[in-house]
């Protein structure tokens, strides 16, 4: 089976502009989650899809917006970045039902806002 | 409120045994996960307890006390390899899959 896949795995912006991050899932999962983890931080929530609707969020703007395609895979879109966007940006798929619904995560996309 | 406590970093021997703590007060839970990451690479999970006592995979074991709050990962046998960030997570009590995760215990393990 093919693990979780995310590109680009580096990326350079600047202040104010957008970026889009995408994932492509792990064969046979349903649910994607996007998550921030800050150096020398664990991951945070960003939010969840499933069935190509956001159905979690965390404590995140609304300038964090997301989408899932029927294939499962998906983009995580960030406007009017800013200099604390800087992160690690890890996608992970799961299988919704699964009794332990562990989180299997892509490699992530590393952004640096200047 | 939400809050994960683990040690930030921790040094241990080859062929050691380490073990590794973690406290939690979240408004709700279903589930606790652990998770190793090295540097530079996506975390990868290594257990799962949902109900109080031991899980042992290899030379990994978890245990869990709700009651406590309390966790750990038990790492025996070690190997230079197990340098690593090693991640506590809790999973929210909603129907949705969100974990929330420790900050991270960094072992470096010396030969």
């Known amino acids: 089976e093919t693990g979780v896949t995310q590109s680009p795995t580096h990326l350079i912006k600047t202040r104010g502009q957008q970026v889009t991050l995408r994932c492509s899932s792990q064969?046979?999962?349903?649910?994607v989650s996007w998550y921030q983890q800050a150096l020398g931080q664990g991951p945070q929530f960003i939010f969840q899809?499933?069935?190509?609707?956001?159905?979690g969020r965390g404590n995140f703007p609304p300038r964090f917006s997301g989408l899932q395609f029927p294939n499962y895979s998906s983009e995580l879109n960030v406007n009017a970045l800013e200099l604390d966007d800087s992160a690690l940006y890890l996608c992970?798929?799961?299988?919704?039902?699964?009794?332990?619904?562990?989180?299997?995560f892509g490699e992530g996309s590393r952004l640096t806002v200047l | 409120g939400q809050n994960i406590d683990q040690p930030t970093e921790m040094t241990a021997t080859e062929g050691a045994i380490v073990q590794i703590n973690c406290t939690y007060q979240?408004?709700?839970?279903?589930?606790l996960f652990w998770y190793q990451q090295h540097a530079g690479e996506a975390p990868t999970f290594l257990s799962y307890?949902?109900?109080?006592g031991l899980e042992e995979k290899g030379r990994f074991s978890s245990f869990l006390s709700r009651s406590k709050g309390y966790s750990y990962l038990l790492l025996k046998e070690l190997q230079m390899k197990d340098s690593a960030s090693y991640l506590c997570?809790?999973?929210?009590?909603?129907?949705?899959?969100?974990?929330?995760f420790g900050a991270g215990t960094r072992l470096a393990v010396h030969p």
């Open positions: 992970a798929s799961s299988l919704q039902g699964r009794e332990t619904g562990e989180l299997f």
């Open positions: 064969s046979g999962h349903n649910t």
């Open positions: 899809y499933y069935r190509e609707e956001e159905n």
């Open positions: 979240t408004s709700g839970f279903n589930g």
């Open positions: 307890n949902v109900l109080d």
């Open positions: 997570a809790v999973r929210d009590l909603r129907g949705y899959n969100k974990l929330i």
